[in-house]
């Protein structure tokens, strides 16, 4: 496929977020919304609530998303 993104789309900054220290899965802390981590519930029936918090996104760093092919780009 050959892209010139043509139209950009202007995304919502990061939320901040958590990962999980059994499995490691990485979401919102808002999805969580204080419950399990949904990976560990789905796939070994186990409640685990466990997370460490990630690093805080920069909110200095927009992110787009080209509506042509998908692609994210980050700028400052």
């Known amino acids: ?8 789309v202007a995304l919502p ?4 977020k958590v990962r999980c220290k059994v499995c490691h899965l ?3 802390k808002d999805d969580l919304r204080g419950g399990p981590c949904p990976e560990c519930y789905a796939s070994r029936g186990k409640r685990q609530y466990d997370f460490e918090a990630l690093a805080a996104p920069n909110p ?3 992110r787009y998303r080209c509506e042509g092919c998908g692609v994210v780009f980050s700028a400052t």
Do not use: V
Request: proline share 11%.
């Open 60 to 62: 200095a760093i927009s």
């Open 13 to 16: 900054p990061e939320a901040a």
């Open 1 to 8: 496929m050959n892209c010139r993104h043509p139209l950009l």
């Open 26 to 28: 990485s979401i919102a």
